[in-house]
């Protein structure tokens, strides 16, 4: 692969204003070999806002020899999305195109993968990646941001050793040579999957603000739980649960977070279930609320990245999409890394009651796959003024399990502007409170409405829980082999408002109320762009209009990121 960077900055006093054109190549037979080489031609160096110690100079500032791209017929294009951060860390201000709303004061954070290779070891999938941390200060109608590795053990090994020393989504350590024939070295591994030792605490899924302020980063990994400041983007240390519950190791990685408690779900491996538990703000202790028993005859209970909660209630999801113990031993991956798909044993939704921790439903409904409720709400069908039935939207991919094999590195690379993608939708669960043995799954919106692509979403958050109206996502505008497009959806209208831009990847719409409005879709959408072209930039859309506000460009290219937060300035 083979890197231009032509930049252009203007200085001032305590910042340097920048814009830069990145144009990345790869060929798909150095795709293929795993094989990287970088040119860099910088013709002015960064000088960063002064505001994270020791970030003065970037990797991408070395004046070191670079060898020269060999000569590959056939080339074609790698976006950035799916390329490596060229350092590790960076700071300082954005030019601003257009005008930010003068409320809008506050950091929003986003995590995910950035870095997908250590070494000369290239990872298989998107969610192997070192988490990156990227911020963006929003303060008088300026932005400040800045990217940041999150220094969990796993990258700090991976720094030191050169090579891979903990299990990542797909990846699993190579034996050290002297191991590799030992009998008991595989007893070894396995005591080390099983007691946690060997799990990654790379947390590269989600960021959340805790009630008491706190900033945590967050994998499914219980040990993947990392406090973060969230203005120097420097890594604080481990969160420590005060409590019995990590020897379960693995937990949703999207928690429920309000300004008083926290919500999650802990996955039993052993007796196939899940806890749910709850969290005060300012504690360190989780309380178990309640226990769900899998309805399935499989070993392992079925994934559960994310839930929903109503007012008063607790939606847990059973997939048919099940961990799997015989996986999660394999040293090479199979198309479904550490799970199995098991439509014969049925597909499941249980409602817990969050104040008893009473099961109040539980009902099979049609085979479902997705990786993220949007909401849910209770609905009184009679006018009795009492709850009758469940609502509960998701991101749902018809039950298609592919759509987890196609977020491998080489795919995303080597398939763009190819119609690959799998089909997904908003699918809405009704759950009945009535003791019916069975809830219906339906599509929400139709979803060619969308460009039958629906992930990564938000809504405002004063309505979690809550009967709601929009949902912002990342859609489609075909053909595309991943989402390419931006969407408001109105849910109860059937109306889809689409933002796209010619060769982009777009991040999670994270949406963003004004203080004191009273429309649900008062407020404004935040994303990170990566362009085909190499560059990327944040953009700002009205929540009401889905039109550009504002936008301001990246001096470098910035990778593909997962899932966000916002942290007002008070």
Not at 252 to 262: D, F, K, L
Not at 413 to 422: E, F, I, K, N, T
Not at 436 to 447: D, F, I, N
Request: hydrophobic share 35%; aromatic share 8%.
């Amino acid at each position: 692969m083979a890197s231009l960077i032509t930049t252009k900055a203007i200085m001032s006093h305590h910042h340097v204003l920048s814009s830069t054109r990145i144009t990345t190549l790869c060929s798909e037979k150095a795709i293929d070999n795993q094989q990287r080489k970088t040119k860099l031609q910088v013709s002015h160096r960064f000088f960063s806002r002064r505001r994270i110690s020791g970030i003065a100079t970037a990797v991408i500032n070395s004046a070191s020899p670079v060898p020269e791209k060999e000569t590959v017929e056939d080339e074609r294009r790698c976006h950035v999305a799916w390329t490596s951060v060229q350092q590790e860390k960076w700071e300082g201000e954005l030019t601003v195109q257009g005008k930010i709303p003068t409320w809008l004061n506050g950091t929003y954070l986003r995590n995910g993968p950035g870095l997908w290779n250590i070494g000369d070891h290239d990872f298989r999938h998107l969610f192997d990646g070192y988490s990156t941390l990227v911020k963006l200060e929003f303060e008088d109608g300026r932005i400040f941001s800045g990217h940041r590795l999150l220094e969990s053990d796993a990258y700090k090994a991976a720094k030191k050793h050169k090579k891979l020393c903990y299990r990542e989504f797909s990846e699993t350590p190579k034996p050290s040579r002297s191991n590799f024939k030992n009998l008991f070295s595989g007893v070894g591994e396995i005591v080390k999957l099983f007691s946690g030792e060997s799990l990654t605490d790379n947390a590269n899924t989600g960021v959340v603000r805790l009630g008491d302020g706190r900033v945590m980063c967050l994998t499914e990994t219980q040990k993947g739980s990392i406090l973060v400041d969230h203005d120097t983007l420097e890594t604080i240390g481990k969160f420590k649960y005060d409590d019995g519950l990590c020897d379960h190791m693995i937990h949703s990685a999207h928690p429920i977070v309000t300004e008083t408690e926290m919500w999650t779900l802990i996955p039993d491996l052993v007796k196939p279930g899940y806890r749910v538990v709850k969290m005060e703000a300012g504690s360190n202790k989780r309380e178990v609320v309640g226990r769900v028993k899998c309805r399935s005859g499989s070993w392992g209970p079925g994934w559960v990245h994310s839930f929903a909660v109503t007012e008063n209630y607790v939606v847990i999801p059973e997939m048919p999409l099940r961990y799997s113990v015989r996986n999660l031993l394999r040293a090479e991956p199979t198309p479904l890394y550490k799970f199995e798909w098991c439509p014969n044993d049925g597909a499941f939704v249980h409602i817990m009651s969050k104040h008893t921790g009473e099961i109040v439903a539980s009902v099979e409904v049609p085979a479902y796959v997705t990786f993220h409720f949007i909401n849910a709400y209770e609905e009184d069908e009679n006018g009795e003024g009492k709850a009758t039935v469940i609502i509960a939207d998701c991101c749902e991919h018809n039950a298609d399990t592919r759509i987890l094999d196609m977020l491998r590195l080489h795919t995303l690379r080597s398939s763009h502007g190819d119609d690959v993608l799998p089909d997904a939708r908003i699918g809405r669960f009704r759950i009945p409170l009535d003791g019916s043995k069975y809830g219906k799954l339906e599509t929400a919106v139709e979803a060619e409405k969308h460009g039958r692509a629906m992930d990564m979403c938000s809504i405002n958050p004063l309505y979690l829980g809550l009967k709601y109206r929009y949902v912002y996502a990342c859609s489609a505008k075909r053909p595309c082999n991943f989402p390419n497009a931006l969407s408001k959806v109105d849910i109860v209208k059937k109306k889809v408002k689409i933002w796209h831009e010619h060769g982009i990847i777009p991040s999670e719409p994270f949406f963003v109320p004004r203080p004191g409005a009273t429309q649900e879709d008062d407020g404004v959408v935040i994303s990170i762009v990566s362009e085909e072209n190499g560059g990327s930039y944040a953009i700002l859309l009205d929540g009401s209009s889905f039109k550009e506000i504002a936008r301001a460009k990246f001096p470098y290219g910035l990778p593909y990121g997962l899932h966000g937060c916002w942290i007002p300035k008070n």
